[in-house]
């Protein structure tokens, strides 16, 4: 049985560092200023009021890029092998 939950704990181990790697990648391949938006309202967890003023945007500007950056890392996870059912 532990041989069970180690080798379990290995498989989800290597799934979730496959995940991350595949994320990254499809991060680096989108412009710098999607990387940026996305960064900051996910990764540094910030608001579009607080995101709009460091990329010297409006709000509105910030929330359209967001949706935009947003579309094109879904569109780099599939064209890298990754389906809905991947999230």
């Known amino acids: 049985e532990p041989f069970n939950s180690s080798q379990e704990f290995l498989e989800e181990e290597y799934i979730r560092d496959s995940r991350k790697a595949i994320l990254n990648k499809a991060l680096n391949k989108l412009k710098p200023e999607y990387r940026q938006v996305l960064w900051l309202l ?4 910030l608001q579009y009021k607080e995101i709009s003023i460091i990329m010297n945007k409006s709000v509105h500007a910030t929330q359209m890029l967001a949706s935009r950056a947003k579309q094109a890392l879904k569109n780099e996870l599939i064209t890298e092998g990754f389906t809905d059912e991947t999230y």
Do not use: A, G, N, P
């Open 42 to 45: 996910y990764f540094e967890d």
